[in-house]
């Protein structure tokens, strides 16, 4: 479930970032907003969604051994970016499209941390100590 979740994630982040590089105008135009200027701004959220996006392949091919990628990029960063696009339509009046936003990195913030809290990790014995190996120490 993992890997599966890691594909979709770096797909949609891929995704996003070549439609702010090479789509501007006509995101802009779906939701409702003037093209950013410096356009400089939107050229480095989209070489940011790409590089999330691109590292997605490691807990793609090892999921457990790259679960602190997928905490950090699924329920801490998509997780605070949902939040960020609801305050800022509460707060700031943006466009309410800005809520499809909120509602796709919201639903992969929620099922990324529901597939890392069903795939745990096993755990050391109590009393057992790990070494940077992750293998116990005698």
């Known amino acids: 479930m993992l890997s599966l979740v890691a594909a ?13 590089l090479a789509g501007r105008d006509t995101l802009a135009r779906l939701v409702g907003t ?3 200027a410096p356009a400089i701004h ?15 392949v490691l807990p ?6 790259y679960r602190g990628y997928l905490w950090v990029m699924g329920p801490f ?28 990195d919201g639903t992969l913030a929620l099922v990324t941390l529901a597939a ?6 096993p755990r050391a014995p109590a009393g057992a100590w790990r070494g940077r190996s992750g293998s116990p120490r005698a």
């Open 8 to 20: 979709i994630s770096g797909i949609y982040d891929v995704a996003l970032g070549v439609i702010m």
């Open 34 to 36: 003037p093209l950013p």
């Open 42 to 56: 939107a050229d480095l959220n989209g070489l940011f969604l790409i590089a999330v996006g691109v590292g997605y």
């Open 60 to 65: 793609w091919r090892d999921p457990q051994k």
């Open 77 to 104: 960063l998509k997780g605070a970016g949902a939040a960020a696009f609801v305050l800022d339509v509460a707060l700031r009046h943006s466009p309410a499209s800005f809520l499809a936003f909120a509602a796709s």
């Open 116 to 121: 890392l809290l069903a795939a745990r990790p």
